[in-house]
């Protein structure tokens, strides 16, 4: 899973989904465990990882625009926006298919 973050591109993004169908095995679910304990970051940037109807998705530990403090879905999508990847006032991303990777 590690390997296959740190070929994200700056711009992009990926979804679980995305992850699991390039590696042959595993579910969505078992990726983001993966990466929720990332200790490789930013160098395996976990942050380019979103949900397959490409919303937000997951940081550390939370889950989207809904979850307790927001704080870390905030910094998500700060750290993504410096990047050049945007997102909706409800989290979805902005330009689609066009801004997913996946893979070489």
Known sequence: VYDFVRTIPLGKVTTYKVICDALGQGSPRSVGTALRNNPFAPFVPCH???AS???IGGFRGEWGMESKTKTEVNDKMAMLAKEG???TKHGYLIGGEE???KGQ
């Open 48 to 50: 380019r990882i979103i």
């Open 53 to 55: 109807d490409y919303f």
């Open 85 to 87: 990847v945007g997102f």
């Open 99 to 101: 801004m997913i990777w």
